[in-house]
């Protein structure tokens, strides 16, 4: 299970260093935004196959050789997500059924367990669909930095209490992921890992202190923020 959370946390830390550093980080925001807008709705919308692998393929090249985002990390930080993807596309492709009505199957007592063709037709479509869909995403998350999403989100006219909420909980991820992994470490360091007994144990003592110092932090913030004169607008350069 940690081991899920740390090649997400991985991720989340990949998805920044690289909003910050690539090709593309200097240009036009809005215009990234129109571009991701354009191939989700077109890829929720179609039921085309093809279309949706040609956004996908498109966004991809936009990532990897536009904005020179290594193929191998591009690849790793889809893997979370396509994991997911995968347990889903085993619920949607096999059916049950007392009729056998499936181009494969095997009986089971009284029941017909298989695959139809039309559970096929929806698997595929659901896979290009999530493909096209997740890459525009990434495109977005990989080549523009947050402050450069808030200036889309301010001229767009998104409230302000929207938009500080999303900076504060962006920023508690990465406060979260930063404290998550200075215990884990500490707790390695002690083989609090070596068996599973002492993996449930320092697992509880992980969450127990994650939540204290995760408070603190809190209050250290707020502490920041008022000294700073915070008043409820986080500035984005303009």
């Given at each position: 299970m940690y081991l899920v959370y740390l090649k997400g946390e991985i991720q989340l830390l990949l998805i920044d260093?690289?909003?910050?550093?690539?090709?593309?980080?200097?240009?036009?925001?809005?215009?990234?935004?129109?571009?991701?807008?354009?191939?989700?709705s077109v890829s929720i919308i179609t039921k085309n196959y093809y279309i949706n692998l040609v956004f996908f393929m498109m966004m991809m090249f936009l990532t990897v050789v536009v904005a020179g985002i290594h193929i191998d990390k591009y690849l790793r930080i889809l893997l979370i997500p396509m994991t997911f993807l995968l347990i889903s596309l085993v619920t949607i492709l096999i059916s049950i059924s007392k009729v056998d009505l499936f181009l494969w199957s095997m009986e089971f007592f009284d029941y017909y367990i298989g695959v139809t063709e039309n559970s096929i037709n929806e698997v595929m479509l659901l896979t290009t669909r999530v493909f096209a869909s997740i890459s525009s995403t990434f495109f977005l998350a990989l080549t523009t930095p947050l402050n450069h999403i808030?200036?889309?989100?301010?001229?767009?006219?998104?409230?302000?209490?929207?938009?500080?909420?999303?900076?504060?909980?962006?920023?508690?991820?990465?406060?979260?992921?930063?404290?998550?992994?200075?215990?884990?470490?500490g707790q390695e360091m002690k083989f609090g890992y070596s068996n599973l007994k002492n993996s449930y144990n320092s697992i509880?003592?992980?969450?127990?202190?994650?939540?204290t110092r995760l408070i603190l932090r809190y209050k250290d913030m707020l502490i920041v923020l008022e000294c700073k004169l915070y008043d409820g607008e986080f500035k984005t350069g303009d």
């Open positions: 260093k690289y909003a910050y550093n690539n090709r593309l980080v200097n240009s036009n925001p809005f215009i990234k935004s129109l571009i991701v807008l354009i191939a989700l808030i200036k889309v989100f301010k001229k767009i006219r998104i409230p302000d209490f929207v938009i500080e909420l999303m900076v504060l909980i962006y920023r508690f991820i990465f406060v979260f992921l930063e404290e998550s992994q200075e215990i884990y470490n509880s003592l992980l969450i127990r202190s994650l939540f």
